[in-house]
């Protein structure tokens, strides 16, 4: 079964206010994980990232929180703008094979619509 | 400093044909890894190549296969096509393959089967 899940598939909000994006993680072992934005006609565009030696990491409008304990990511978006509509994807990246590569596994994705 | 591409964008191929696709990874990136994205199934990791060689390999049939040359540019093969193989084709590029850093999407590659 698929890794990581997102709990809510769309989301509206006002221009202006502030969006949350959550996340489960299945994978304990998980210790890097990666949200993405993907807008119509492109692929996913590096958001914000952080490892599980972190709670709280923060960008620019963004913030991305981890709680290992419930296995749980979220991605904050504070003032969203018209700009922020697209589809939000969290990722972990894991190593399958051991032999030190990589795959990202995907959530299914949150559709985010910002109305003016 | 460019960005991944993928050639070509769009491509319609009927069943049975063959298709390849092609990936110019970042100038530097040495890890190219590609994924299908599909509404139903989400993103699913196919392949992932590093200095010529497939260090891994998702859940897919042995109709998909792929390559990296010394240059790190990457191609993926898909044949036999199947009405089910229609998907956008992504490839991602990272300097080298590790939880150091992210990886780069170019824009896809979208595969009609008719």
């Known amino acids: 079964g698929e890794s990581v899940g997102l709990h809510l598939p769309t989301l509206s909000v006002q221009e202006g206010d502030n969006s949350i994006i959550n996340c489960a993680y299945s994978?304990?072992?998980?210790?890097?994980f990666i949200w993405y934005k993907q807008e119509s006609g492109k692929g996913p565009q590096f958001i914000i990232d952080?490892?599980?030696?972190?709670d709280k990491r923060q960008g620019q409008r963004v913030t991305v929180l981890l709680n290992k304990t419930v296995k749980h990511l979220s991605l904050q978006i504070a003032a969203t703008q018209p700009g922020d509509s697209a589809v939000y994807f969290c990722?972990?990246?894991?190593?399958?094979?051991?032999?030190?590569?990589?795959?990202?596994?995907f959530g299914k994705g949150t559709k985010l619509s910002v109305i003016p | 400093k460019a960005g991944v591409t993928q050639t070509p964008r769009y491509l319609i191929k009927t069943r049975g044909q063959q298709v390849t696709l092609s990936c110019s990874p970042i100038?530097?990136?040495?890890?190219v890894s590609w994924y299908q994205q599909t509404p139903g199934q989400g993103l699913q990791f196919l392949f992932e190549?590093?200095?010529?060689?497939?260090?891994n390999k998702g859940n897919f049939p042995g109709r998909f296969s792929g390559r990296q040359f010394s240059n790190s540019r990457s191609e993926m093969n898909v044949s036999t096509l199947e009405l089910g193989d229609s998907a956008l084709y992504l490839c991602?590029?990272?300097?080298?393959?590790?939880?150091?850093?992210?990886?780069?999407f170019g824009s896809g590659t979208r595969l009609t089967v008719v």
């Open positions: 994978n304990s072992a998980s210790d890097y």
């Open positions: 990722a972990e990246n894991i190593s399958q094979s051991g032999a030190g590569s990589y795959q990202l596994t």
């Open positions: 100038s530097g990136h040495r890890s």
């Open positions: 952080i490892r599980s030696n972190m």
């Open positions: 190549y590093f200095s010529e060689t497939q260090r």
């Open positions: 991602a590029s990272t300097p080298t393959p590790g939880r150091d850093y992210g990886y780069t």
